[in-house]
């Protein structure tokens, strides 16, 4: 699976658009892009996926650059609860065995 | 939406016991389970895949002998740290594939502290 890249770390204002980068440069044509969050000693969160096209679902949007060696996830409307690490991951659409490898994530602080 | 739930969520033994986690699929089957494991201030590290009714298997340099997998339903997965030392602490966290939205749905994580 490709290698993803994010800043270690980002806040944002409470009610403002939260706008996270990620870079995968090295993606593949079938490669997916995920991303989850982590709220502090909690399990991970699927948040959305997206292969090519900007997808949008009732969590966030997925904006994927056109030549796909980047994305953003975008939080519309930030809160307090939205304080996490978000994780962004490139791997294949491969069946149920393919496994979901971390990185370091980005942690997103919203502030008051 | 699909539901893992994985209990303890919190244990506390002492060295040199053994201690079983518990991995379940609420409302979906999973072939597939997956265990991570994760230390402060860190990553998750994947630490093994358990399939339903096979053997599981391990990352380079987990021992499989010290944590021992089992996936005998399609619905359960189990992860037992035996001789747990004080180093073995840390949060474990089990995630099945959701056949819905192709993504990965994970417990809520066990917290695991030894002394």
């Known amino acids: 699976d490709a290698k993803t890249t994010q800043p270690p770390s980002m806040d944002c204002a409470e009610g403002r658009a939260a706008n996270l980068p990620c870079n995968h440069s090295t993606i593949s044509g079938n490669e997916y892009v995920y991303w989850y969050r982590q709220i502090h000693s909690q399990g991970p969160q699927y948040i959305i996926h997206g292969l090519k096209n900007n997808e949008t679902n009732e969590m966030a949007s997925l904006i994927i650059t056109e030549d796909r060696k980047s994305s953003t996830l975008i939080l519309p409307h930030a809160t307090l609860r939205d304080t996490a690490v978000y994780y962004c991951?490139?791997?294949?659409?491969?069946?149920?065995?393919?496994?979901?490898?971390f990185g370091k994530g980005i942690t997103l602080s919203v502030r008051p | 939406g699909a539901v893992v739930s994985q209990h303890p969520s919190w244990v506390i033994c002492k060295s040199g016991t053994s201690v079983k986690i518990e991995c379940r699929s609420l409302?979906?089957?999973?072939?597939?389970m997956f265990w991570y494991r994760q230390f402060p201030k860190q990553s998750l590290m994947l630490m093994a895949t358990s399939n339903e009714g096979s053997k599981a298997t391990y990352e380079q340099g987990v021992e499989k002998d010290k944590f021992l997998i089992n996936h005998a339903s399609l619905t359960l997965s189990t992860l037992t740290v035996t001789s747990a030392h004080p180093e073995d602490s840390s949060f474990y966290i089990c995630?099945?594939?959701?056949?819905?939205?192709?993504?990965?749905?994970f417990g809520s994580g066990t917290r695991l502290t030894v002394v």
């Open positions: 409302d979906f089957q999973a072939t597939t």
């Open positions: 991951i490139v791997r294949f659409f491969t069946g149920a065995n393919s496994k979901l490898t």
């Open positions: 995630s099945a594939r959701d056949g819905g939205n192709y993504g990965y749905t």
